[in-house]
């Protein structure tokens, strides 16, 4: 059984830093893409950033110059570090894995970052 198990969320100041933590256990390969998703009240799931095989990134618009996602492919772990926090980032924050193996992707809990103004 896979399972995505995210710590680090909380509530901060604007301005502040946060930094998110997900590990995948209960899976036999590694994960090619690994990464992070958000959604804020009322609004779509929308992609915030991701790594490939734990080397090329990519990152909305929204985060880019502000969150760096980094990764273990081998050890199937994905951080994300968040600085200079708007209130906008106010959301709850999935882990995200897909593998190509499974044929399928795998979602976390969930964590709530909370930005205050």
């Known amino acids: 059984q896979v399972q995505l198990v995210e710590s680090g969320g909380g509530l901060v100041q604007t301005g502040g830093s946060l930094r998110l933590s997900c590990a995948a256990s209960?899976?036999?390969?590694?994960?090619?893409?690994m990464g992070w998703y958000r959604q804020a009240p009322g609004k779509e799931r929308d992609l915030v950033a991701v790594?490939?095989?734990?080397?090329?990134?990519n990152y909305a618009d929204t985060v880019q110059g502000r969150f760096t996602v980094s990764g273990d492919y081998a050890k199937n772990t994905v951080v994300l570090q968040m600085n200079s926090l708007k209130p906008e980032d106010t959301a709850v924050y999935y882990c995200?894995?897909?593998?190509?193996?499974?044929?399928?992707?795998?979602w976390g809990q969930g964590t709530q970052v909370t930005v205050s103004s």
């Open positions: 209960g899976s036999t390969v590694s994960f090619y893409v």
């Open positions: 790594i490939r095989n734990g080397v090329t990134t």
């Open positions: 995200w894995a897909y593998s190509d193996t499974y044929g399928r992707a795998f």
